[in-house]
Each structure stands twice: as C-alpha cells, then as structure tokens.
T-cell receptor
Framework: KQEVTQIPAALSVPEGENLVLNCSFT??????LQWFRQDPGKGLTSLLL?????REQTSGRLNASLDKSSGRSTLYIAASQPGDSATYLC???????????FGTGTRLKVLA | NAGVMQNPRHLVRRRGQEARLRCSPM?????VYWYRQLPEEGLKFMVY????????ESGMPKERFSAEFPKEGPSILRIQQVVRGDSAAYFC?????????????FGPGTRLTVT
C-alpha cells in the first residue's frame, strides 16, 4: 500500500532563505509526482508535475526533484518570500491506478 | 478559460439531510476526481469519473455516498443522511481527456458543516 510522508510538518523561516521540503513514498512504482500549494481555506494550486521518467522540473524560484528508486522528492524554494507562506502538498499516482495519494503537507511560514 | 468551479462554496446541513455538491470541470476536461479533506488531515481520494462512467470509486464510503458525471452538466457528489463526521472540505479536480501529463486542476472546494 502506497504511503506518502512529508517532513517537516511545519517550518518557519526568515524571508530570503532558501529552503527544502521533503516528500517520501513507500512504493517506487508511480506514474508521476505532483507538488501543490494550498492557502488557508482555499483549493490547491499545482506547482510542478514530474513524470516518472524525469529527474526534476523547474518553475521560477521552484525546483522539484524526483529520485524514484529511493522513493523521495524534494521541493526547493529559492529566496523565500512572505507570499510563499502556505501548506505544500505532494501527491503520487501509483502505477495501475487512477487515484492520487497525498501527503499531509508541510505548513510553511516565511517571516518578513 | 475558466478554472474548475465548485458550488456551493459553503454548505450547512442538519444531521439526516442530504448534501449535493457540484463540480464543473475546466472546459474540454472530461475526467473528474473527488477528494475529501478532514480537519487537520490530508486529502483522501474518493472517486474518479469520466463522462457517464464511474471508473474508480474505491475511496468512497459504501453507504450514503454517490457520485455521477452526466453527459451534460456538472459532476455531482451526493451525501444522503449526513452525519457530523461528514463535515469536511470536498474538492474536485479535473484532467483533460488526453491525459498526456495527468496534471490535475483543483477547484476551490465546498466546505460542508453538519450541525
């Protein structure tokens, strides 16, 4: 059974810091992994999608990497800003299924 | 291109009533997922539908819950005889029919409160 874990559960950093959020999954047989952000009381916004054949994806200050064999993904945020404060979720789609399995998220607070 | 739309955004029901949640996918998208987010928990998959077909409902409780995605109109998640434990945020997500990337686009959610 696929399980997705995100560490840390919460993180507070001063503005300008580079930071890394971690996502691990127990079964490497996945189609893809997707990172989202969720603002309080709002829906999810897709940040980056990494296919199983890819190693990383980049969008602006965000870079996500995928190491399928070790069951890990990291989301790197460069030069963090207060507007980056949100909950960050990762989700994997296991091979042979249509469903996505979500982690419980990392709550990020960037202090001005 | 409007995003995924859900309504209502907030819904209050008394125990025993029915709740109907609607999801209109992005234009051109024919695949819809429903997820539930309980307070302080992650999103849990409920059901995956294509137009007029339920593809995977393995995450949906066997009783009181049903979902449909008719040929015309929005996808509906129906909860009959609601109980307090149904209080949660319900999100839908859509995908295009040629799911070359399988990227999901989420709606803003419906927050259901059962009193």
């Amino acid at each position: 059974k696929q399980e997705v874990t995100q560490i840390p559960a919460a993180l507070s950093v001063p503005e300008g810091e580079n930071l890394v959020l971690n996502c691990s999954f127990t079964d490497s047989a996945i189609y893809n992994l997707q990172w989202f952000r969720q603002d309080p009381g709002k829906g999810l916004t897709s940040l980056l999608l990494i296919q199983s054949s890819q190693r990383e994806q980049t969008s602006g200050r965000l870079n996500a990497s995928l190491d399928k064999s070790s069951g890990r993904s990291t989301l790197y945020i460069a030069a963090s800003q207060p507007g980056d404060s949100a909950t960050y979720l990762c989700a994997v789609r296991p091979v042979g299924t249509y469903k996505y399995i979500f982690g419980t998220g990392t709550r990020l607070k960037v202090l001005a | 291109n409007a995003g995924v739309m859900q309504n209502p955004r907030h819904l209050v029901r008394r125990r025993g009533q029915e709740a109907r949640l609607r999801c209109s996918p992005m234009k051109g998208h024919s695949h819809v997922y429903w997820y539930r987010q309980l307070p302080e928990e992650g999103l849990k998959f409920m059901v995956y539908l294509q137009k007029e077909n339920i593809i995977d409902e393995s995450g949906m409780p066997k009783e009181r819950f049903s979902a449909e995605f008719p040929k015309e109109g929005p996808s509906i998640l129906r909860i009959q005889q609601v109980v307090r434990g149904d209080s949660a945020a319900y999100f839908c997500a859509s995908q295009p029919p040629t799911a070359s990337s399988y990227e999901q686009y989420f709606g803003p959610g419906t927050r259901l409160t059962v009193t």
